[in-house]
């Protein structure tokens, strides 16, 4: 739907309809920014700067643990900082969207009320990644992490619990050889998003 039809269909139902609609991710997302159908193990959504990729990240995270699809979920930044800011405490971060949740720095996780916990990680270190298990994983700007293939290979090693593990991976594209080998995967979906699809989001400055 367009933002337009959105607007025209909050305006016929009650009012508590209409603020559940409005604070839903899902609702709002462009196409480009919901999980992709079929049977795919990771979906690798590419964009421009402000793209709007952090936001589909942390709407995909958050709309999982809220509805009980997703319990134990990975968060990995190039840094613990980067995770933080942008992943957790960033404007279109997981604390942006998330309903019903609690953010806890000292032990580097965010919590729901139903039970569903985000560990965050770094992939600055892979084998710090060891030994943790999951059944999802968000790893965001993939192509700055400092072994991506490296951080990559441990995380998939910790999605063996539920019934269908799934990662996410969200990046501004580089021409590096982990970006490649891993869109050559047959289990790997792909949408694209650009910073001129976001424009709506976005400072006139900037654009």
């Not at 990771?42 to 793209?51: F, I, P, Q, S």
């Not at 992943?87 to 969207?97: D, H, I």
């Not at 992490?145 to 991976?169: F, N």
Request: with cysteine; hydrophobic share 40%.
């Amino acid at each position: 739907l367009s933002p337009q039809a959105r607007e025209r269909l909050t305006e016929q139902m009650n009012d508590d309809i209409a603020e559940d609609f409005l604070q839903s991710w899902y609702f709002w997302a462009r196409d480009e920014q919901r999980p992709p159908a079929g049977d795919w193990d990771t979906w690798l959504y590419l964009g421009g700067r402000g793209a709007g990729k952090t936001c589909a990240g942390a709407g995909w995270v958050a709309d999982g643990a809220e509805n009980r699809k997703l319990r134990r979920i990975a968060l990995v930044g190039a840094t613990f900082n980067d995770a933080r800011a942008v992943m957790v405490e960033g404007e279109s971060g997981l604390m942006a969207v998330a309903k019903g949740a609690t953010y806890e720095p000292s032990n580097h996780r965010v919590r729901w009320s139903n039970g569903a916990v985000a560990t965050i990680l770094s992939a600055e270190e892979p084998d710090s990644i060891r030994g943790h298990q999951f059944d999802a994983a968000w790893g965001d700007e993939f192509c700055k992490w400092r072994d991506p293939q490296g951080a990559l290979e441990m995380l998939r090693m910790t999605l063996r619990i539920g019934k269908k593990p799934q990662l996410m991976l969200t990046t501004t594209p580089r021409n590096i050889p982990a970006l490649k080998a891993l869109m050559a995967e047959k289990s790997v979906a792909r949408t694209h998003g650009t910073t001129r699809s976001n424009l709506g989001n976005l400072a006139p400055g900037f654009v």
